[in-house]
């Protein structure tokens, strides 16, 4: 090793002045170049790239490569999420538009009734097909008889049901039928009813007849909700029915007044071999029977 005598450093021709940095340096036998620190009053190896090289090789791994340069994982710019349109009128005329949801109907439009018609006796006939919708003012059955000056029917009506599964009922069981059995002149046509779509309105904050509205509306679902007795828990809503049309005419039940019974009977009997009947209902529309399994 080179002496640390700063005196001996100029006869030494090994020793090497750095008129830059004012430092003194040598090359040792073992090819590292060392550098003399005054602070220390000492020599340090220079890392230069052999010394790097001698490093690397005393902490290698077998099968890893060292020169291997990993880079960093660039970042995804996101894209602009925002929407062109807004400012720009172009842009938004080219945005297709939302179409409206139609609403359910749920009225049938009915004519040919007689002059004479009364609101209960539209009620009874066509409460046959489902619940009738009420006003949620009043509770009367929202039914509309049209009316002249005098008060006397036009021969048309709108009824207005709760469900909309009502009115296709309604139109298979009550049109062609006569609201009076036996009076031809009260033949109905019964029909689903059509609406002229209104201009949108904007929406209004929730004021309170919009509560009684919302609850009277709840009363009207419960009718729906049937309950049994016994277990207090909610059977099917729907019970499976046969509608059973043209079994009699009015001018056999006129002939044989006790046509109707035996034919509730026979109809029991011989829907008993599919399955349980929990009852037989004839409705004077049509003639037809409604049955229950």
């Not at 040792?28 to 190896?45: H, L, R």
């Not at 062109?84 to 009225?107: G, I």
């Not at 009874?124 to 919708?133: L, Y």
Request: glycine share 4%; aromatic share 8%.
């Amino acid at each position: 090793m080179a002496s640390t005598n700063q005196s001996d450093f100029a006869s030494d021709p090994r020793m090497k002045l750095n008129e830059q940095t004012g430092k003194w340096s040598f090359v040792g036998d073992d090819e590292i170049s060392y550098e003399y620190d005054e602070n220390v009053g000492a020599w340090f190896p220079m890392y230069d790239e052999k010394l790097m090289e001698a490093q690397a090789s005393v902490y290698a791994v077998p099968g890893v490569e060292e020169n291997v340069v990993i880079k960093p994982k660039e970042k995804k710019k996101r894209a602009a999420t925002y929407d062109l349109s807004a400012n720009d009128p172009e842009e938004a005329s080219k945005k297709p538009k939302r179409e409206p949801v139609k609403k359910p109907v749920t009225s049938v439009y009915v004519t040919g009734i007689p002059p004479d018609v009364t609101m209960e006796e539209m009620k009874t006939t066509f409460s046959k097909c489902g619940v009738i919708m009420e006003d949620l003012e009043t509770g009367e059955p929202k039914i509309k008889i049209y009316r002249d000056d005098n008060g006397l029917s036009k021969g048309d009506a709108l009824v207005s049901y709760f469900k909309e599964e009502s009115v296709p009922l309604a139109i298979d069981l009550l049109d062609d039928s006569e609201l009076r059995p036996g009076h031809s002149s009260t033949k109905m046509n019964v029909q689903k009813a059509v609406f002229k779509e209104k201009e949108p309105v904007e929406k209004k904050k929730t004021t309170p007849g919009k509560v009684k509205a919302k609850k009277k509306l709840q009363q009207l679902q419960r009718k729906f909700d049937w309950v049994d007795e016994e277990g207090g828990k909610k059977q099917e809503k729907f019970a499976k029915i046969v509608i059973l049309k043209n079994m009699y005419t009015q001018e056999e039940l006129d002939a044989d007044p006790t046509l109707l019974l035996e034919l509730k009977d026979d109809v029991r009997e011989e829907c008993e071999r599919l399955g349980e009947v929990t009852n037989v209902i004839l409705y004077d529309v049509k003639h037809f029977f409604f049955l229950l399994a």
